[in-house]
């Protein structure tokens, strides 16, 4: 396959995504592929062509929440400010992101938990790998059971985006609430000498995020340079 038709096809795949991703968000997994095609502009065959079934499509959007696929954030000096940092990143894109919205819902029915592979394992030991080296750090307090803790994470934060529209019609509070779960949990988890260092405001995700976006639309921006002057 010829380098432009690569090109086409990921650009191609990628709108079949978020095509699925809006559906799924309105529909649940009860969504078709008839209003996915609609949405994407394609026909049935242009869906298929990319994905086999609508399971390899929901499968496909979950996996686009997969940790590392797009909720990075920066290495920080304090382990637990980056544990912090994900959690806030998250809640900052899940009013602003139909795929992360689409996945939430889909995670949560139970047709999709039985049969495909959702990112709560992967979230899980992401969040315990976090929370391992924090404790390695010397900034956690003794006894803490890091999977334990970071199952119990995941739940809560699960807890905080399925319920948000119910009592709020809508994710608008979710970054307040998650600051408070993070702000909450601390003394019972973090030595008492960091606590006043990590950063649990509200508007943490946001900032990170946007920091980040800065720093890769910058080495974007730099790289095709320093690839010439390499030549």
Do not use: C
Request: charged residues 25%; proline residues 5%.
């Amino acid at each position: 396959m010829t380098q432009l038709k690569q090109d086409r096809a990921r650009k191609t795949r990628r709108q079949v995504l978020e095509a699925a991703a809006a559906a799924f968000d309105e529909r649940g997994y009860s969504a078709s592929i008839e209003e996915i095609a609609s949405k994407s502009q394609l026909t049935k065959g242009g869906i298929y062509y990319h994905f086999e079934n609508k399971d390899a499509l929901v499968q496909g959007v979950l996996d686009e929440t997969q940790p590392g696929v797009s909720w990075a954030v920066e290495p920080q000096e304090l382990k637990l400010q980056e544990w912090i940092d994900t959690g806030m990143v998250i809640a900052h894109r899940l009013p602003r992101d139909t795929l992360l919205r689409a996945a939430l819902r889909l995670s949560m029915e139970p047709a999709v938990q039985q049969s495909l592979r959702t990112p709560w394992a992967a979230w899980i030991q992401h969040t315990t790998a976090q929370l391992t080296a924090a404790r390695s750090r010397k900034e956690l307090l003794p006894g803490i059971n890091v999977e334990d803790f970071g199952r119990l994470v995941a739940q809560a934060w699960a807890g905080i985006a399925a319920l948000g529209p119910a009592l709020d019609d809508s994710h608008a509070n979710i970054e307040r609430w998650t600051a408070h779960m993070y702000a909450s949990w601390l003394p019972t988890l973090a030595i008492s000498g960091i606590i006043p260092l990590l950063d649990t405001r509200p508007h943490r995700g946001r900032e990170v995020w946007e920091a980040r976006q800065r720093s890769q639309s910058a080495q974007v921006t730099i790289l095709p340079v320093v690839h010439r002057l390499a030549g």
